[in-house]
């Protein structure tokens, strides 16, 4: 009987043994799971992402480059001749000219922020980009579209009240007043688009580093992270939505009542110089918002359409409009035609 119950002894410290020696494989799995669930509750921010370009075309990169880097060039050039115009010629030192010269600076910034990039990945397969430098991509991106619509609704404002009350015109609309109005377009596109920073920064990123763009845009990076992005879209679609659609709201009440005016004028010579005054303004309205709508129609409902032609309308979206811009103005505005004469002049003396 003590024989069997030392035998049984002996088993059971055995049976502890292996028991305890089999464990440990376990212990150490589940340490080692919960350390790697740890890394993946903290946020990741790899050090660079990768940019494909415009994935399904890439054997058309260096064609598309062509005509890109013209209407780069164009619009550079362009925007850049309009504002030293409207700088040294003192008779454009006008509220209308002010605003348009800021149209003209916002245009610059807005294509350079993107299309430099885009001509490197094209001509030189330079893909990547740094985590801080595309959140700053982002970031200026969304601050000139944001800006370029208040400086529509502001000249839109310029012409309401320079043909609906024109013997207020030089008392409401001061040099001061056009500063004040500069400074409030700035701080407004600022306040709205610098949460979009703390947004990306704030998202873990743990799966891939590639984008299938060209350029950086809010929801595109936003879509890398490994985790609930809701706050994101939210954001990222409905606050800039909201501010342009009440932009375009507001331009369209003050059309409106600058047409009721036109209309009411006794000469036909009076007329015809308003309307031919805001035609050029309101065609580069629609060139700005006709693309941005139909942009965010095509993300929103049109699955059908392949991603390279999104990706390659959002290029030309970005160039297009810069380049435009100071072409309708120079065919439109006699005095800009006028001031660009005299400057070439002067330079060719």
């Not at 435009?324 to 330079?347: C, D, M, Q, S, W």
Request: include cysteine; charge should be positive.
């Amino acid at each position: 009987m003590e024989e069997v119950r030392r035998t049984s002894s002996q088993k059971w410290t055995r049976i502890k043994l292996l028991s305890w020696f089999f464990s440990l494989p376990l212990v150490s799995g589940r340490s080692h799971i919960s350390n790697m669930m740890n890394v993946n509750h903290t946020i990741f921010h790899p050090a660079v992402f990768v940019l494909l370009g415009i994935p399904g075309l890439e054997r058309y990169h260096k064609w598309l480059s062509i005509p890109l880097c013209f209407m780069y060039t164009t619009a550079v050039l362009g925007n850049s001749v309009l504002i030293l115009v409207i700088v040294t010629e003192r008779s454009l030192h006008e509220p209308m000219y002010m605003f348009l010269s800021m149209l003209a600076s916002t245009d610059i910034l807005l294509s350079t922020t993107t299309v430099p990039k885009a001509l490197a990945i094209f001509w030189f397969c330079a893909r990547d980009i740094t985590f801080d430098a595309c959140v700053t991509q982002v970031f200026f991106v969304h601050l000139m579209f944001v800006g370029e619509s208040a400086i529509l609704l502001a000249m839109a404002f310029d012409r309401f009240v320079a043909i609906c009350d024109p013997l207020r015109y030089s008392v409401i609309l001061t040099l001061p007043v056009v500063g004040r109005m500069a400074l409030a377009i700035v701080v407004r596109s600022f306040c709205i688009m610098f949460p979009v920073i703390f947004l990306v920064r704030r998202l873990p990123f743990c799966r891939t580093n590639v984008i299938p763009h060209s350029y950086c845009e809010h929801i595109g990076v936003a879509r890398l992270a490994c985790a609930d992005i809701t706050v994101n879209i939210w954001y990222g679609f409905s606050v800039p939505m909201v501010i342009v659609i009440t932009d375009v709201v507001l331009i369209a009440v003050s059309y409106t009542l600058i047409l009721r005016a036109i209309f009411r004028m006794p000469s036909q010579d009076a007329r015809h110089k308003a309307l031919s005054t805001c035609g050029s303004h309101f065609f580069v309205i629609l060139i700005f918002y006709f693309p941005c709508f139909f942009s965010v129609l095509t993300h929103r409902f049109g699955h059908n359409i392949p991603r390279h032609a999104h990706i390659l309308f959002a290029n030309l979206y970005v160039v297009i409009p810069p380049m435009l811009n100071p072409i309708i103005y120079g065919v439109k505005t006699k005095e800009i035609r006028e001031a660009v004469n005299h400057l070439f002049i002067r330079i060719k003396k």
